[in-house]
């Protein structure tokens, strides 16, 4: 399968634990997104990269979310401290720099926070 | 800063019949639109985007979209719905900046 890949698919995971998810993207995608999705809602962007730089990070829900593409391959998405409010899809997105607009999407992770 | 307004949050037709999803647009300047659609437990997939180059804009699966200037729109149609299609369907603009999507319009295809 050469398209965009996350893992893990579900995560359960107690308020104030950390998790980490993983995408890793189209290989010849130079571009990477972050989104939240909620329940009856569109995604929401959160954060890009264009190889290894984090080109825009403003829209970060807190300082408990980060994220990293150190070898401008694979991304993590990290959320410290997780609250119930986190629950929710998390969706990679990978593109050509060419375009924002023609994004392909991973089918996202889930996650549930007790 | 662009943004869009998706009229419906749920579209019911029947199978055979003309779909159509309602999409508006705010933008200061000329606006970069698309629509996804998204099947359950898949991603997001591209069905089309205008670029400005025509204002009627065909993609996959048989559906087009015609952007309006005057109406501030860009309509989501097809003549004829398929039971495959039943899915969740957004729109959503943002040229080189942010990206962002509407709500989502769930399209329900009866048989």
Sequence with gaps: ?114 | AQSVTQLDSHVSVSEGTPVLLRCNYSSSYSPSLFWYVQHPNKGLQLLLKYTSAATLVKGINGFEAEFKKSETSFHLTKPSAHMSDAAEYFCGGGGSYIPTFGRGTSLIVHP
């Design chain 1, 1 to 114: 399968d050469t398209g965009v890949s996350q893992d893990p698919r579900h995560k359960i995971t107690k308020r104030g634990q950390n998790v980490t998810f993983r995408c890793d993207p189209i290989s010849e995608h130079n571009r990477l997104y972050w989104y939240r999705q909620t329940l009856g809602q569109g995604p929401e962007f959160l954060t890009y990269f264009q190889n290894e730089a984090q080109l825009e990070k403003s829209r970060l829900l807190s300082d408990r979310f980060s994220a990293e593409r150190p070898k401008g391959s694979f991304s993590t998405l990290e959320i410290q401290r997780t609250e119930q409010g986190d629950s929710a899809m998390y969706l990679c997105a990978s593109s050509f720099p060419s375009s924002h607009n023609e994004q392909f999407f991973g089918p996202g992770t889930r996650l549930t926070v007790l």
